[in-house]
């Protein structure tokens, strides 16, 4: 299970990640040190999520399968869902601002929770420990 609360541990190749989506170097820089924390309630298909970081606190609903809006700490929107396949969980987003897709899973290995974010090309990895 998803639920808990997820303090990230480590990050790869997030920089160039962000990079390519077009996050400047000082919006980078601070990123790497966001302390980025996620707590994840899942009853069923619904999902209930609290995103704080150095940047923002946030909460958001969403259900498996239907679309929702998501603005990322920048400013840059999304659209799009996730949705679960097997133990995994499988996010397809498009930014609004240029139609380009960014997709992201999360799933669990060894006690930890791994996020994977691929956006043109360019993949990264965020690794959470639960709190
Ligand atoms: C959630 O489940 O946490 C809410 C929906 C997440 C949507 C996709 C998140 C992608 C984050 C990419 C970070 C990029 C920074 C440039």
């Not at 541990?9 to 990123?31: C, H, I, P, T, W």
Request: no cysteine; charged share 35%.
């Amino acid at each position: 299970t998803f639920n808990g609360t997820w303090k990230v541990d480590r990050s790869e190749n997030y920089d160039k990640f962000m990079e390519q989506m077009g996050v400047n170097l000082m919006k980078r820089k601070l990123a790497e040190h966001d302390n980025l924390k996620i707590t994840i309630e899942q009853n069923g298909d619904k999902f209930h999520v609290k995103e704080s970081s150095t940047f923002r606190s946030k909460e958001i609903d969403f259900t498996l399968g239907v679309q929702f809006e998501y603005d990322l700490a920048d400013g840059t929107e999304l659209a799009g869902a996730w949705e679960m396949e097997g133990d995994m969980l499988k996010g397809k987003f498009t930014r609004k601002d240029n139609g380009k897709a960014l997709t992201t899973t999360r799933t669990l290995v060894g006690g930890e929770m791994v996020q994977s974010y691929s956006y043109e090309g360019v993949e990264a990895r965020r690794i959470f420990k639960k709190q």
